[in-house]
């Protein structure tokens, strides 16, 4: 069936109560992407699929979660092609509304807080970013709530925005949320590096130097393996041996607190759960990426 697109919030509230009652569907999934989309967005749609009889992809550039405007403008829009690799993966309805249907009095005057995890790592160096994600994840989840309400209701977001994702599962849980967050794992192009919208601006030898982020992150990831001295030390000396790269943060942390988990890091085997968090500029792009340790 062709995907179909739908711009204001009460279209796709119509819409999806008619897809759940002709399919006689018992649930819905929300995949909220700001468009650009790559194999790791549909992977993304492919999960919620697999999960739910309608799913709902929403294509929304939030203007609250940009420091500046140029980024905003910057940021790529790509909707005939993003419909198309959602209609491939079987996403029902496409939610592709303006500005002004999400903010019709401008910006809002009340948004959500992200509180004490966001002031550290991406909050630290993004200040605000996270005030407006949230903000519009809560705008969304709404959004995309099934109109029937016996319905089950599950939203995905993947691995890669690590903090995001902590922030808006603990956002769910503490504001009870009726949905269910599903983290999706990273996906990585064949040489390692990451998917991200942001690569698309990387030149040749920059998207070549950026390889060195995942190489890092794959050194921490065998030394948890192997009950080793994680030595963050000797793994952000290998990102900062690339000229190209500027590195911002190198972290290990509870991947429930964000705490750096720093008694892991240095001289004793590393034991439990822990995140690699990651986080440099490579010529004019800012990347981020990350590993789960479970040893």
């Known amino acids: 069936m062709a995907i179909q697109l739908v711009t204001t919030a009460a279209e796709l509230r119509a819409e999806s109560g008619r897809l759940l009652a002709e399919k006689r569907g018992t649930s819905q999934g929300l995949v909220p992407t700001m468009g650009a989309l790559h194999e790791g967005h549909a992977s993304l749609a492919r999960t919620a699929v697999a999960q739910n009889d309608v799913v709902v992809a929403s294509i929304f550039v939030n203007p609250l979660q940009f420091g500046e405007a140029v980024d905003l403008e910057r940021y790529p829009r790509t909707l005939d092609a ?36 966001a002031d550290k790592w991406e909050g630290a160096s993004r200040p605000g970013h996270f005030d407006g994600a949230l903000t519009v994840v809560a705008k969304l989840l709404h959004y995309g709530q099934p109109a ?50 942001r690569n698309r601006f ?16 794959r050194l921490v990831e065998d030394r948890a393996n192997a009950h080793e001295p994680l030595d963050l030390d000797s793994a ?26 720093a008694e892991n890091c240095r001289e004793t085997p590393f034991r439990g ?8 500029r490579v010529g004019p792009v800012r990347l981020i990426d990350n590993v789960p340790l479970d040893s």
């Open 82 to 117: 993003d419909l198309a690799l959602l209609e491939a993966e079987g996403v029902d309805l496409a939610f592709a509304p303006a500005v002004e249907e999400v903010y019709p009095g401008g910006e809002p005057m009340v948004r959500i807080t992200s509180g004490a995890l």
């Open 148 to 197: 029937l309400g016996e319905a089950a209701y599950r939203a995905y977001f993947g691995q890669k925005d690590a903090q995001q994702l902590t922030l808006v599962q603990r956002m769910v849980a503490d504001l009870n949320f009726p949905v269910e967050i599903v983290p999706v794992p990273i996906v990585r192009s064949a040489d390692g590096l990451a998917l991200s919208s």
């Open 202 to 217: 990387l030149s040749p030898e920059e998207r070549e130097a950026a390889l060195v982020l995942s190489r890092a992150l």
């Open 236 to 261: 952000r000396a290998l990102v900062e041996s690339q000229p190209l790269v500027e590195l911002d943060y190198f972290e290990v942390v509870d991947p429930h607190t964000l705490e750096p988990l």
């Open 273 to 280: 759960e822990g995140l690699a968090l990651i986080a440099a």
